[in-house]
């Protein structure tokens, strides 16, 4: 099963450029993450935002989080080509134990 | 955090064998989970393996299909028996400590 939905599904920006993935979900979370996924490689954890936090920073990354729409967003500025790849948001159900859900994904393409 | 590592990295196999896929954490993770992630997806969840007991399987997944095995803290396995070309897909297992999600590289699987 799948919880989180994302948008947009794909995003091409050029370098320079920021680039903003949107997710939601349906249940109740403890936590929000998002991970980067390169081409048929392994997941990159991103950043983890709590259930109880509303906005968090990790270098070029920002994370928000609204657990009133149930909905969060990752934010890269100042995109660089080598931030090409997948992006998906991973929720941790508070329902029937703790499972990690992922979202279908943004892939981002960022052109030099 | 964890380090998961999981083996084999990739492998081709005959349709109508089995596979078995090894997944080793380094520390002590509360809960353990297998995903599936096929060509151009997002990573849906299997089952969440439980020590010492049977795994939890999620909608459309069956123990014959995809028994796992939990006999420590540490370290889990997952079959995919009686495989098809349908099966081809990256299967990746994750570690949880509540907080975080630590994944493993994942298996490319190939059925032919």
């Known amino acids: 099963s799948q919880q989180g939905e994302e948008d947009p599904q794909a995003l091409s920006i050029q370098e320079g450029e920021n680039a903003t993935m949107n997710c939601s979900y349906k249940?109740?979370?403890?936590?929000l993450q998002w991970y980067r996924q390169n081409s048929g490689r392994g997941l990159v954890h991103l950043i983890l935002i709590r259930s109880n936090e509303r906005e968090k920073h990790s270098g070029r990354l920002r994370v928000t989080l609204d657990t009133s729409k149930k909905s969060s967003s990752l934010l890269i500025t100042a995109s660089r080509a080598a931030d090409t790849a997948s992006y998906f948001c991973?929720?941790?159900?508070?329902?029937?134990?703790?499972?990690?859900?992922f979202g279908a994904g943004t892939r981002l393409f960022v052109k030099a | 955090s964890a380090v998961i590592s999981q083996k084999p990295s990739r492998d081709i196999c005959q349709r109508g064998t089995s596979l078995t896929i090894q997944c080793q954490v380094d520390?002590?993770?509360?809960?353990m989970f297998w995903y599936r992630q096929q060509p151009g997806q997002s990573l849906t969840l299997i089952a969440t393996?439980?020590?010492?007991?049977?795994?939890?399987?999620e909608s459309g997944f069956v123990i014959d299909k995809f028994p796992i095995s939990r006999p420590n803290l540490t370290f889990s396995t997952l079959t995919v028996s009686n495989m098809s070309p349908e099966d081809s897909s990256i299967y990746l297992c994750?570690?949880?400590?509540?907080?975080?999600?630590?994944f493993g590289q994942g298996t490319r699987l190939t059925v032919v």
């Open positions: 994750s570690g949880t400590d509540r907080r975080e999600a630590f």
């Open positions: 520390s002590q993770v509360t809960m």
């Open positions: 249940t109740s979370i403890n936590n």
């Open positions: 393996a439980n020590q010492g007991s049977e795994a939890t399987y």
């Open positions: 991973a929720t941790d159900e508070r329902t029937g134990g703790f499972k990690t859900i």
